[in-house]
Protein backbone atom coordinates (compact mmCIF):
# COMPACT_ATOMS: atom_id res chain seq x y z
CA UNK A 1 0.00 0.00 0.00
CA UNK A 2 1.33 3.46 -0.94
CA UNK A 3 0.84 6.50 0.30
CA UNK A 4 -0.39 10.04 -1.13
CA UNK A 5 1.40 11.64 -3.47
CA UNK A 6 4.37 14.18 -2.50
CA UNK A 7 3.07 17.72 -3.17
CA UNK A 8 5.32 19.42 -6.02
CA UNK A 9 7.91 21.84 -5.18
CA UNK A 10 6.04 25.20 -5.03
CA UNK A 11 7.77 28.64 -4.76
CA UNK A 12 4.85 31.46 -4.07
CA UNK A 13 7.41 34.34 -4.67
CA UNK A 14 8.47 35.19 -8.50
CA UNK A 15 8.20 37.84 -10.36
CA UNK A 16 7.00 39.45 -13.83
CA UNK A 17 8.07 42.03 -16.21
CA UNK A 18 4.74 43.65 -17.99
CA UNK A 19 6.39 45.68 -21.22
CA UNK A 20 2.79 46.68 -21.93
CA UNK A 21 2.43 48.34 -18.82
CA UNK A 22 5.46 50.61 -19.21
CA UNK A 23 4.19 51.51 -22.99
CA UNK A 24 0.65 52.59 -21.02
CA UNK A 25 2.38 54.71 -18.37
CA UNK A 26 5.42 55.90 -20.70
CA UNK A 27 5.28 60.05 -20.67
CA UNK A 28 2.28 60.16 -18.36
CA UNK A 29 2.34 63.29 -15.99
CA UNK A 30 3.67 61.83 -12.95
CA UNK A 31 6.21 59.44 -13.78
CA UNK A 32 9.00 61.66 -13.65
CA UNK A 33 8.82 62.25 -9.96
CA UNK A 34 8.29 58.99 -9.46
CA UNK A 35 11.43 57.61 -11.05
CA UNK A 36 13.15 61.43 -9.19
CA UNK A 37 11.58 59.94 -5.99
CA UNK A 38 12.55 56.19 -6.46
CA UNK A 39 16.47 57.54 -7.84
CA UNK A 40 16.45 59.73 -4.52
CA UNK A 41 15.37 56.10 -2.27
CA UNK A 42 17.95 53.93 -3.82
CA UNK A 43 20.09 56.68 -4.68
CA UNK A 44 22.99 56.58 -7.81
CA UNK A 45 25.40 53.53 -7.06
CA UNK A 46 22.10 51.22 -6.52
CA UNK A 47 20.83 52.65 -9.94
CA UNK A 48 24.19 51.86 -11.26
CA UNK A 49 23.51 48.27 -10.57
CA UNK A 50 20.10 48.03 -11.05
CA UNK A 51 19.51 48.46 -14.86
CA UNK A 52 22.44 46.06 -15.64
CA UNK A 53 21.09 43.30 -13.25
CA UNK A 54 17.57 43.51 -14.84
CA UNK A 55 18.41 43.60 -18.22
CA UNK A 56 20.61 40.28 -17.55
CA UNK A 57 17.58 38.73 -16.43
CA UNK A 58 15.06 40.14 -19.10
CA UNK A 59 14.34 36.54 -20.73
CA UNK A 60 13.51 35.06 -17.10
CA UNK A 61 11.13 37.69 -16.77
CA UNK A 62 9.51 37.56 -19.70
CA UNK A 63 10.00 34.34 -22.06
CA UNK A 64 7.57 31.18 -20.47
CA UNK A 65 9.97 28.25 -21.85
CA UNK A 66 12.70 30.46 -20.30
CA UNK A 67 11.38 30.54 -16.84
CA UNK A 68 10.44 26.48 -16.91
CA UNK A 69 14.25 25.59 -17.71
CA UNK A 70 15.13 27.65 -14.54
CA UNK A 71 12.40 26.12 -12.88
CA UNK A 72 13.78 23.04 -13.84
CA UNK A 73 17.24 23.58 -12.66
CA UNK A 74 16.33 24.46 -9.21
CA UNK A 75 14.10 21.77 -8.50
CA UNK A 76 10.96 23.80 -8.43
CA UNK A 77 7.84 22.46 -10.15
CA UNK A 78 5.52 25.34 -9.77
CA UNK A 79 5.72 29.18 -9.18
CA UNK A 80 3.07 31.45 -8.53
CA UNK A 81 4.32 34.51 -10.36
CA UNK A 82 3.81 38.40 -9.50
CA UNK A 83 4.52 40.96 -11.62
CA UNK A 84 7.31 43.12 -10.62
CA UNK A 85 6.76 45.64 -7.71
CA UNK A 86 8.22 48.20 -10.20
CA UNK A 87 4.90 48.00 -11.97
CA UNK A 88 2.73 49.60 -8.62
CA UNK A 89 2.65 52.92 -10.51
CA UNK A 90 0.67 54.30 -7.71
CA UNK A 91 1.51 57.68 -8.83
CA UNK A 92 -0.96 57.06 -11.84
CA UNK A 93 -4.69 58.93 -11.44
CA UNK A 94 -7.96 56.55 -11.57
CA UNK A 95 -7.97 55.93 -14.98
CA UNK A 96 -4.22 55.10 -15.84
CA UNK A 97 -4.41 53.24 -12.28
CA UNK A 98 -7.30 51.08 -13.72
CA UNK A 99 -5.68 50.42 -17.33
CA UNK A 100 -1.89 49.79 -15.57
CA UNK A 101 -4.20 47.16 -14.11
CA UNK A 102 -5.94 45.65 -16.07
CA UNK A 103 -2.90 45.12 -18.57
CA UNK A 104 -0.67 43.63 -15.40
CA UNK A 105 -3.68 40.90 -15.11
CA UNK A 106 -4.06 39.74 -18.31
CA UNK A 107 -0.60 39.98 -19.43
CA UNK A 108 0.06 37.50 -16.17
CA UNK A 109 -2.63 35.34 -16.84
CA UNK A 110 -1.15 34.83 -20.43
CA UNK A 111 2.12 34.10 -19.32
CA UNK A 112 0.95 31.69 -17.05
CA UNK A 113 -1.46 29.72 -19.34
CA UNK A 114 1.59 28.95 -21.23
CA UNK A 115 2.58 26.51 -18.75
CA UNK A 116 -0.69 25.30 -16.93
CA UNK A 117 -0.25 23.12 -13.87
CA UNK A 118 2.91 24.95 -13.76
CA UNK A 119 2.62 28.79 -13.44
CA UNK A 120 -0.09 30.73 -11.13
CA UNK A 121 -0.58 34.05 -11.25
CA UNK A 122 -1.05 37.02 -9.28
CA UNK A 123 -2.13 40.27 -10.44
CA UNK A 124 -2.47 43.95 -9.39
CA UNK A 125 -4.86 46.35 -7.66
CA UNK A 126 -4.16 50.34 -7.17
CA UNK A 127 -4.17 50.72 -3.49
CA UNK A 128 -3.45 54.47 -4.38
CA UNK A 129 -7.13 54.71 -5.25
CA UNK A 130 -8.93 51.87 -2.82
CA UNK A 131 -12.29 52.49 -4.17
CA UNK A 132 -11.14 50.89 -6.88
CA UNK A 133 -9.30 47.90 -5.72
CA UNK A 134 -12.04 45.18 -4.90
CA UNK A 135 -13.28 45.86 -8.39
CA UNK A 136 -9.75 45.22 -9.91
CA UNK A 137 -9.33 42.37 -8.13
CA UNK A 138 -12.20 40.86 -9.38
CA UNK A 139 -10.98 41.57 -12.75
CA UNK A 140 -7.81 39.40 -11.63
CA UNK A 141 -10.11 36.54 -10.39
CA UNK A 142 -11.97 36.61 -13.86
CA UNK A 143 -8.19 36.15 -15.61
CA UNK A 144 -8.04 33.24 -13.72
CA UNK A 145 -5.46 34.56 -11.26
CA UNK A 146 -5.38 33.50 -7.38
CA UNK A 147 -4.97 36.99 -5.64
CA UNK A 148 -3.29 40.17 -6.29
CA UNK A 149 0.10 41.60 -5.47
CA UNK A 150 0.10 44.91 -3.06
CA UNK A 151 3.03 47.14 -1.51
CA UNK A 152 2.69 48.07 2.00
CA UNK A 153 1.72 51.49 1.35
CA UNK A 154 0.38 53.93 -1.31
CA UNK A 155 0.32 57.51 -1.26
CA UNK A 156 -1.42 58.67 1.98
CA UNK A 157 -2.75 55.55 2.58
CA UNK A 158 -1.62 53.15 4.93
CA UNK A 159 -2.91 49.64 4.51
CA UNK A 160 -4.89 50.68 8.51
CA UNK A 161 -6.82 53.24 5.92
CA UNK A 162 -10.60 52.38 6.42
CA UNK A 163 -10.97 52.94 2.96
CA UNK A 164 -9.81 49.55 2.45
CA UNK A 165 -12.15 47.35 3.84
CA UNK A 166 -14.10 46.49 0.76
CA UNK A 167 -10.56 45.28 -0.52
CA UNK A 168 -10.33 43.19 2.70
CA UNK A 169 -14.12 42.27 2.61
CA UNK A 170 -13.73 40.91 -1.18
CA UNK A 171 -10.74 39.12 -0.90
CA UNK A 172 -11.69 37.26 2.29
CA UNK A 173 -15.44 36.22 0.92
CA UNK A 174 -13.30 34.88 -2.55
CA UNK A 175 -10.40 33.19 -0.75
CA UNK A 176 -8.10 35.58 -3.01
CA UNK A 177 -4.03 35.57 -2.24
CA UNK A 178 -2.86 39.01 -1.34
CA UNK A 179 0.94 38.92 -1.54
CA UNK A 180 2.42 41.52 0.33
CA UNK A 181 5.69 43.42 -1.21
CA UNK A 182 6.68 46.46 -0.89
CA UNK A 183 8.87 48.99 -3.01
CA UNK A 184 11.04 51.70 -1.89
CA UNK A 185 10.71 52.85 1.23
CA UNK A 186 9.06 55.95 3.51
CA UNK A 187 12.91 56.42 4.77
CA UNK A 188 14.13 58.04 1.78
CA UNK A 189 17.47 58.89 1.33
CA UNK A 190 18.76 58.06 5.01
CA UNK A 191 18.83 54.41 3.01
CA UNK A 192 20.43 55.67 -0.17
CA UNK A 193 24.21 54.38 0.23
CA UNK A 194 24.99 50.62 0.17
CA UNK A 195 21.88 49.10 -0.74
CA UNK A 196 20.07 49.85 2.40
CA UNK A 197 17.28 50.91 0.55
CA UNK A 198 16.67 47.04 -0.23
CA UNK A 199 18.33 45.45 2.66
CA UNK A 200 16.94 47.58 5.24
CA UNK A 201 14.06 49.06 3.60
CA UNK A 202 12.13 46.37 2.76
CA UNK A 203 12.10 44.57 6.04
CA UNK A 204 10.79 47.42 7.48
CA UNK A 205 8.11 48.09 5.68
CA UNK A 206 6.92 44.63 6.11
CA UNK A 207 6.92 44.74 9.41
CA UNK A 208 5.53 48.99 9.69
CA UNK A 209 2.97 47.56 7.18
CA UNK A 210 2.05 43.80 8.87
CA UNK A 211 1.77 46.13 12.39
CA UNK A 212 -0.70 48.09 10.69
CA UNK A 213 -2.86 45.44 9.60
CA UNK A 214 -2.59 43.32 13.16
CA UNK A 215 -3.27 46.77 15.57
CA UNK A 216 -5.94 48.59 13.46
CA UNK A 217 -7.78 45.46 13.99
CA UNK A 218 -8.11 44.55 10.17
CA UNK A 219 -7.33 40.72 10.91
CA UNK A 220 -9.72 41.04 13.65
CA UNK A 221 -12.52 41.95 11.20
CA UNK A 222 -11.31 39.54 8.56
CA UNK A 223 -9.90 36.10 10.45
CA UNK A 224 -10.36 34.18 6.67
CA UNK A 225 -7.83 36.95 4.64
CA UNK A 226 -5.61 34.73 2.69
CA UNK A 227 -2.03 37.33 2.83
CA UNK A 228 1.42 36.33 2.61
CA UNK A 229 4.25 38.15 3.56
CA UNK A 230 7.44 37.75 1.02
CA UNK A 231 10.87 38.40 2.76
CA UNK A 232 9.54 36.32 5.44
CA UNK A 233 7.55 39.11 6.68
CA UNK A 234 10.63 41.70 7.75
CA UNK A 235 11.90 42.06 11.14
CA UNK A 236 8.32 41.46 12.33
CA UNK A 237 8.10 38.22 13.36
CA UNK A 238 11.06 37.67 15.17
CA UNK A 239 10.91 41.04 16.95
CA UNK A 240 6.78 40.84 18.22
CA UNK A 241 7.97 40.64 21.68
CA UNK A 242 8.11 44.27 21.85
CA UNK A 243 5.04 44.92 20.12
CA UNK A 244 3.75 42.22 22.84
CA UNK A 245 4.92 44.50 25.57
CA UNK A 246 3.69 47.55 24.72
CA UNK A 247 -0.09 45.94 23.71
CA UNK A 248 0.14 44.57 27.58
CA UNK A 249 1.08 47.74 29.28
CA UNK A 250 -0.09 50.78 27.41
CA UNK A 251 -3.92 51.22 26.44
CA UNK A 252 -2.89 53.08 23.12
CA UNK A 253 -1.42 50.37 22.04
CA UNK A 254 -4.18 47.45 22.93
CA UNK A 255 -6.58 48.07 19.77
CA UNK A 256 -6.59 44.75 18.35
CA UNK A 257 -8.41 41.85 20.45
CA UNK A 258 -5.09 39.63 21.07
CA UNK A 259 -1.53 39.86 21.55
CA UNK A 260 -0.24 40.87 18.44
CA UNK A 261 2.28 38.21 18.21
CA UNK A 262 -0.69 35.94 17.84
CA UNK A 263 -1.86 36.98 14.84
CA UNK A 264 1.02 35.35 13.10
CA UNK A 265 -1.18 32.07 12.80
CA UNK A 266 -3.51 34.13 10.68
CA UNK A 267 -0.51 35.08 8.26
CA UNK A 268 1.89 33.59 5.87
CA UNK A 269 5.63 33.88 5.06
CA UNK A 270 7.81 33.56 2.04
CA UNK A 271 10.93 31.71 3.18
CA UNK A 272 12.98 34.19 1.84
CA UNK A 273 15.08 35.19 4.80
CA UNK A 274 18.60 34.60 3.74
CA UNK A 275 19.67 32.91 7.04
CA UNK A 276 19.11 29.25 8.41
CA UNK A 277 18.57 30.83 11.27
CA UNK A 278 16.23 33.09 11.15
CA UNK A 279 14.02 30.48 9.27
CA UNK A 280 14.03 28.14 11.80
CA UNK A 281 12.86 30.97 14.19
CA UNK A 282 10.29 32.00 11.49
CA UNK A 283 8.75 28.40 11.47
CA UNK A 284 9.17 28.30 15.03
CA UNK A 285 6.83 31.65 16.22
CA UNK A 286 4.29 31.75 12.79
CA UNK A 287 4.34 27.60 12.59
CA UNK A 288 5.16 24.82 10.24
CA UNK A 289 1.76 25.56 8.13
CA UNK A 290 2.35 29.07 7.58
CA UNK A 291 5.91 29.53 5.93
CA UNK A 292 6.11 29.10 1.78
CA UNK A 293 8.45 28.51 0.09
CA UNK A 294 10.06 32.04 -2.17
CA UNK A 295 13.04 32.68 -4.40
CA UNK A 296 12.05 36.19 -5.46
CA UNK A 297 13.15 34.47 -8.76
CA UNK A 298 14.78 36.25 -10.65
CA UNK A 299 16.39 39.02 -9.15
CA UNK A 300 19.72 39.17 -7.29
CA UNK A 301 18.43 39.61 -4.09
CA UNK A 302 16.44 36.40 -4.44
CA UNK A 303 17.88 33.04 -3.82
CA UNK A 304 19.24 31.07 -6.94
CA UNK A 305 18.76 27.57 -4.72
CA UNK A 306 15.57 28.05 -2.58
CA UNK A 307 15.05 24.14 -1.34
CA UNK A 308 19.47 24.52 -1.16
CA UNK A 309 18.09 27.79 1.67
CA UNK A 310 15.49 25.32 3.33
CA UNK A 311 17.57 22.45 3.71
CA UNK A 312 20.34 24.59 5.18
CA UNK A 313 17.67 25.34 7.73
CA UNK A 314 17.64 21.89 9.13
CA UNK A 315 14.15 21.48 9.91
CA UNK A 316 12.24 18.24 10.82
CA UNK A 317 11.34 16.24 8.04
CA UNK A 318 7.42 16.83 8.54
CA UNK A 319 8.55 20.71 8.71
CA UNK A 320 10.84 20.82 5.96
CA UNK A 321 8.05 19.04 3.51
CA UNK A 322 5.44 21.54 4.45
CA UNK A 323 7.48 24.45 3.71
CA UNK A 324 8.23 23.10 0.39
CA UNK A 325 4.99 22.75 -1.12
CA UNK A 326 2.49 21.39 1.02
CA UNK A 327 1.46 24.67 2.31
CA UNK A 328 1.55 26.16 -0.79
CA UNK A 329 -0.46 23.24 -2.22
CA UNK A 330 -3.17 23.85 0.47
CA UNK A 331 -3.45 27.53 -0.17
CA UNK A 332 -3.66 27.32 -4.03
CA UNK A 333 -5.89 23.83 -3.74
CA UNK A 334 -4.31 21.77 -5.60
CA UNK A 335 -4.75 18.08 -6.07
Known amino acids: MTGPEPAPTIDVHAHLLVPE ?12 EARALDARRNGPAALRV ?20 AMDEQGVDVQLVSPSPSHYHYWAEPELAAR ?9 A ?18 Q ?27 GHELSDPAYEPLWARAEETGALLLLHPFGCTLDERLDR ?24 VLDRHPGLKLIAAHGGGYLPTHLGRSDHAWRVRPDARTCTREPSSYLRQLYFDSLV ?15 DRVLLGSDFPFDMGADDPLGALRAAGL ?19 S
Open 316 to 334: SEPDFQSVRGANAAALLHL
Open 274 to 288: HDPAVLRELVRVAGA
Open 50 to 69: NGPMVGARVPMLTDAAVRLA
Open 129 to 155: HPALAAGLLDHALEQGLRGVEISSHAP
Open 110 to 127: AHCAEAPGRLYGLGLVPL
Open 100 to 108: VCRLANEST
Open 21 to 32: VEEAVAGRPGLA
Open 194 to 217: WYLSNTVGQPTENAVALSHLIFSG
